[in-house]
């Protein structure tokens, strides 16, 4: 640890001196220390336990080796040796290791031989065994498979929120920090990569082992190897070595690819350097991009980890997805200071680190790449998405209470990854830039390799604003939900008034402080932004003059359901600026969600006139986007049906009167989303089967096999020999399997579809979540919703044994692929109903349930 972690700030020492001022002395007697309340032995990793733990344990340090057999099916064999300091033996030490007993081989504590003692997840050390200073313990035993992610030729490690204890014995919590010294057998055609630098290694005629330096200090869950047959890619990048593992095989891919990769890697170390104030804390800084990688990337210590598809683009890629890949890298790049220099000391404060990194990626991305316009990219990305969990039953806030660590998954969501930043932008707003700049800094400098909690930061800022942080944090990080804002308009003498007030969609009396922006149009083409400082439920704009008409949230700052007139295609075209019809398009679905301003179709005819129009392609992604989901989610088959000849002719005619090549392709893809008439498939399926793509427009492979699994799900009357025909044009080996594990999903007889829905109840069958939920898409698809509707009752029963072997996105992820597009009373039923019949079920999973089947309930209001 750094002597930045140790220095007393003037603050701190205040503190200090204020809270010595009004405490007693603490009497000195000579009374017997009374003995240490026992820590329950209870599955996962309590509260109580990690707290005991950080209290006893320090120095702590981990030797582990591995041995992988070239079989997936052979057992890891493994040995460790685990140092530590104790400070008080008056009671055993908890191992956790979420596995078998059987596979605990030996353990030896201090030079001798102990009895395995394990339970509830626990390997438990005897406090006989133990003594005050330093311990060593060495434990042989067969490692878990659940994290480890074995394939037939590759393998890696994912173990956030609490994993490290399904692979091996360990104190998994973030606050217990250690270094960690691996050595790795392996088949010797394999690549290796790992937190620490590589030290040395030894061959083998069948294996090599390779021993890695100790890692910094981290905590468990960064803890992450990757092996297995890559191609390793090493270059210096701003006097940096970088080394890349990847398993690519596309060659224009590599060459579009690679130098844009490692770029973006240098760009952000560079503009974080540079904000924080403080350079790379690290040793190494390596990369490994990973087929249907769990996430889009996890931001391990020396070796992030990234979905292979999200970083390799080819001439099809949109100007969106070469954003979103900025934002990808530039996200785990902060992370190696918000989240992995400075942990959060408990997962309830999870958030913190996903808030800062993607605060920052966005900051990184304004710069790096050209045309990213921020400020729509970021209403863009994150508004729809917050909106669709902070609208529901199931909100949650951003800042969460956890028990134990085995419910720490369920705390991941849209409103860590999507909300938080629109608070964070808010609170930037509040204190101002530099100050917010300055506070986070300090806040770097003084936890530095530790651990630190939401209310240790909102201290530091605090000192920085005369602003009520503890008032403002309260609603916006400690509660869910969102305002609806309403005015009045009223005046005279030639001035307008609006009175805007605001209200909890809940209808409770919470207010949200905040800044917002409103756009007055007046009958002369004038037109004036008005910044609104709403600290109060009510607030009064006056106006001189008479505006034509109120545009609420201009500037797409504000968070809420804002006021909106029922507008014509031609007023959102007017618009000027691309952020106010993105913030306008946003906030109607919002009202039209809510049953306010316009229904679905009304909206849908709407936006069917905007899209030929609308000039900037961020735009054309949200509005294709809503569209669809209108067309799927909110009309009746019958009116999909009638619909779908005009919608496709507009849709298509949109696309080619369009000169740019991205907007081209969204359109495109909205049309292929919303295909129904036979003329729509048998043009899709000529585009396939010629391999030939609309004018202007650059299809890839990717993109040909989406294509043919729309195909499919229609049951196009060629679908039969058409995945085939695709999967034979695959090249790449992990891109086949996948194809091949969605075939079933997909088939046109319900027998076969019923078999490999009922094949999902076997974990094995779900190893590749990515994969499951692509397959559960087409399962539920609404033009197979008659046949499927019949799984959601043994889909909803799955869900607590998905969130036990899955990984955190997974549960919620299964529910939306599951619920996303039905409308029928029945399906609403069959929610409600399971629901009712499981009153004590877990908490974080009921409310992702009413996240996920939020667009059904309104579904059976809005679609009569």
């Excluded at 956790?96 to 009895?115: M, V």
């Amino acid at each position: 640890m750094t002597t930045s972690a140790f220095c007393a700030h003037g603050a701190r020492f205040s503190l200090w001196l204020a809270l010595l001022a009004c405490t007693k002395p603490l009497a000195v007697t000579n009374a017997p220390t009374p003995p240490a309340a026992t820590v329950a032995v209870v599955p996962g990793v309590s509260r109580e336990l990690a707290e005991d733990r950080a209290r006893r344990i320090s120095r702590l340090g981990y030797q582990l080796a591995l041995t992988v057999p070239p079989r997936k099916a052979d057992p890891v064999t493994a040995t460790e040796t685990l140092t530590f300091h104790l400070a008080d033996t008056r009671q055993p030490v908890q191992l956790d290791f979420k596995e078998q007993a059987d596979r605990l081989k030996s353990l030896t504590i201090n030079g001798k031989s102990a009895a395995i003692d394990f339970r509830e997840e626990h390997l438990v050390l005897p406090a006989a065994s133990l003594k005050t200073g330093s311990n060593q313990v060495e434990i042989h035993f067969i490692a878990g498979n659940q994290s480890l992610n074995r394939n037939d030729d590759y393998l890696y490690t994912l173990l956030v929120p609490d994993r490290a204890r399904t692979v091996f014995p360990v104190f998994d919590q973030p606050s217990l920090k250690a270094s960690f010294t691996l050595a790795l057998t392996v088949p010797k055609t394999w690549q290796a990569l790992a937190n620490g630098p590589l030290q040395d290694s030894t061959v083998t005629a069948e294996n090599k082992t390779l021993r890695f330096a100790p890692s910094d200090t981290i905590s468990t869950y960064l803890f992450s190897f990757a092996a297995g047959r890559f191609t390793r890619i090493s270059r210096s990048m701003a006097g940096r070595d970088m080394q890349f593992l990847h398993r690519e095989t596309d060659k224009n891919k590599l060459k579009l690819s690679l130098n844009p990769i490692f770029q973006i890697h240098a760009d952000a170390l560079k503009f974080l350097e540079e904000y924080t104030g403080i350079p790379y804390p690290f040793r190494k800084f390596d990369f490994v991009a990973l087929p249907d990688f769990q996430y889009g990337g996890m931001e391990h210590v020396g070796a992030i980890d990234y979905k292979a598809s999200t970083l390799f683009l080819d001439e099809g890629a949109t100007q969106d997805q070469k954003i979103a890949r900025s934002n990808l890298i530039s996200h785990e790049t902060a992370h190696m200071w918000f989240g992995d220099l400075v942990t959060m000391q408990w997962f309830n404060d999870v958030w913190m680190k996903e808030v800062f990194a993607n605060f920052m990626a966005d900051k990184i991305t304004e710069i790096a790449v050209a045309n990213s316009n921020y400020d729509l990219k970021f209403v863009v990305d994150h508004y729809p998405a917050a909106y669709g969990v902070d609208r529901t039953a199931g909100a949650n806030p951003i800042r969460q209470e956890l028990d134990n660590l085995k419910d720490a998954g369920s705390l991941y969501g849209n409103i860590i990854y999507h909300k938080a930043p629109i608070m964070m932008r808010q609170l930037e707003r509040l204190m101002g830039e530099e100050p917010f700049r300055q506070g986070l800094q300090e806040y770097l400098r003084k936890y530095a390799y530790g651990n630190a909690t939401w209310p240790d930061l909102i201290v530091i800022l605090d000192a920085r604003t005369p602003a009520d942080l503890q008032t403002w944090n309260q609603v916006w990080v400690n509660q869910p939900g969102r305002p609806v804002f309403s005015y009045r308009r009223g005046g005279h003498d030639g001035q307008t008034v609006l009175e805007i007030t605001q209200q909890a969609e809940d209808g409770s009396a919470r207010l949200w402080p905040q800044e917002f922006t409103v756009l007055l149009e007046f009958e002369d083409g004038r037109t004036q932004e008005r910044t609104v400082k709403m600290t109060e439920r009510e607030a009064t704009l006056k106006v001189s003059g008479n505006p034509q008409r109120v545009v609420f949230n201009a500037t797409g700052i504000g968070y809420g359901v804002f006021p909106v007139d029922a507008p014509s295609a031609a007023e959102l075209v007017a618009l000027r600026s691309s952020v106010t019809r993105a913030a306008a398009y946003v906030n109607l679905y919002e009202n039209m969600l809510n049953g306010r301003t316009l229904a679905p179709r009304q909206l849908l005819d709407v936006y069917r006139q905007v899209l030929p129009k609308e000039p900037e392609e961020l735009n054309i992604k949200l509005l294709t986007g809503q569209a669809t989901d209108i067309f799927w989610k909110l009309l009746k088959p019958a009116e999909r049906v009638a619909l779908a000849p005009a919608l496709e002719k507009e849709l298509w005619t949109a696309m080619q009167q369009n000169s740019a090549s991205n907007s081209k392709k969204l359109l495109f893809k909205a049309y292929q989303s919303v295909a129904l008439t036979k003329e729509a498939q048998t043009r899709l399926y000529t585009i396939w089967n010629q391999q030939q793509a609309p004018p202007g427009i650059k299809l890839t492979e990717d993109d040909y096999t989406a294509l043919a699994l729309a195909l499919a799900v229609r049951d196009y009357p060629a679908a039969q020999p058409i995945l085939p025909a695709q999967l034979a044009r695959i090249q790449n080996p992990d891109r086949q399997k996948r194809l091949q594990f969605l075939l079933p999903a997909l088939a046109p007889d319900v027998a076969t579809r019923d078999a490999f829905f009922a094949s999902l109840k076997d974990e094995k069958n779900r190893e590749k979540e990515a994969w499951v939920v692509s397959a559960l898409g087409y399962l539920h698809h609404p033009l197979r919703a008659a046949t499927s509707e019949k799984y959601l009752p043994e889909s909803l029963a799955l869900l607590e044994e998905i969130q036990q072997t899955g990984d955190i996105f997974f549960p919620y992820s299964w529910l939306q692929a599951t619920l996303g597009f039905y409308q029928t009373p029945t399906a609403a039923r069959t929610v409600r109903e399971f629901l009712a019949a499981h009153p004590q079920y877990n908490p974080k999973l009921r409310a992702k349930l009413l996240q996920a089947a939020d667009d059904l309930f309104r579904a059976e209001k809005l679609v009569r």
